[in-house]
């Protein structure tokens, strides 16, 4: 029995290794990648052109390696399976995305929100004292944190207003990983002193944002490709989000925030990103090298 079972194990690990070197030399079809980029982009919105074709090859490959699958076709049957592949779409999904992110990430388009948006709100909205913020795609929740640090400074009598940072992604995993707000110290270091000390508290070798901030933010699952029925928001943040829509995504996208924003809202893009020749119902303002855009009509 001892002998038998020394025999199997390697034969075991060796069709393991032997199936994995099969997966990655695996090459996608023309059918293949337009059955894979046309079910990625209906659901998602996300388009891959030809240019992405080794990069999506290479998600592939390792999520077929996930499900110890050696066919691009059975994992397409898998993932398109509305009963049974709905997660494993996400994951998919989500595998092609970078998530990269961090706290106050383009300071000077968050100084334009501090020092020119957040005032100007106070002023417009001191009777209501009602203020709600939509950080789409909001990745490990860096971005909705900042806001709400901000809004919490910047307001004084923060205790009197009635703040929500709605905080969507189409991550679970990072949705998941947001809700915790627990970063390491790197994450963490390029937050103002003064911040960190109001916000933060260290626990062992992390530091874990404060309930006071947590309650401010909303977090749930959303896909841009879909309507969620948002109105009368005074500020929405997208950024380095559009860059993996094509141009029609794109226009559904700006016309669906427009429709979500009150009006005289305002909508922070990346810095790469832009309403030229998408929309002419926002106002550009560019504030001491940060840029944002103000819905007008």
């Known amino acids: 029995m001892i002998g038998a079972s020394r025999v199997q194990q390697p034969e075991g690990c060796c069709a393991v290794s032997s199936e994995r070197v099969r997966v990655s030399s695996m090459i996608l079809t023309d059918d293949e990648f337009k059955l894979f980029s046309q079910l990625i982009y209906n659901e998602s919105g996300i388009s891959i052109k ?13 999520r077929l390696q996930a499900h110890r699958l050696v066919s691009y076709y059975r994992y397409y049957k898998l993932v398109s399976d509305k009963n049974q592949g709905q997660r494993e779409l996400l994951d998919l999904v989500d595998s092609l995305t970078i ?3 961090s706290f106050f990430r383009n300071r000077p388009q968050m100084d334009v929100f ?11 909205k001191s009777a209501l004292k009602r203020l709600r913020i939509w950080s789409a795609g909001c990745s490990r929740g860096h971005e909705p944190y900042s806001i709400a640090m901000t ?9 009197s207003w009635d703040v929500k940072v709605l905080a969507s992604d189409i991550s679970l995993r990072v949705l998941e990983l947001a809700q915790r707000g627990s970063y390491t110290e790197l994450e963490v270091e390029n937050v103002h002193p003064g911040y960190r000390d109001s916000f933060f508290k260290k626990v062992d070798n992390q530091f874990q944002v404060i309930p006071r901030l947590r309650k401010l933010i909303v977090f749930d699952y959303h896909n841009l490709k879909h309507e969620n029925g948002l109105s009368g928001l005074d500020a929405i ?4 989000v559009m860059i993996y829509f094509d141009r029609e995504e794109q226009q559904r996208l700006i016309n669906k925030f427009h429709a979500s924003l009150a009006e005289g809202g305002y909508l922070f ?3 790469t990103e832009t309403l030229q020749g998408l929309s002419d119902k926002f106002r550009f303002i560019y504030h001491n090298k940060g840029a944002v855009y103000q819905k007008t009509g």
């Not at 030809?50 to 390792?62: C, D, G, S």
């Not at 020092?115 to 106070?122: F, H, S």
């Not at 943040?237 to 380095?240: A, G």
Request: aromatic share 4%; hydrophobic share 40%.
């Open 99 to 101: 998530n990269e992110t």
């Open 237 to 240: 943040f997208c950024r380095n």
């Open 269 to 271: 893009l990346g810095h």
């Open 50 to 62: 030809e240019a992405k074709r080794e990069f999506l090859q290479v998600r592939l490959q390792k």
């Open 114 to 124: 501090a020092d020119m948006v957040i005032p100007e709100l106070i002023r417009r």
């Open 151 to 159: 809004i919490l400074k910047r307001l004084g009598d923060a205790d």
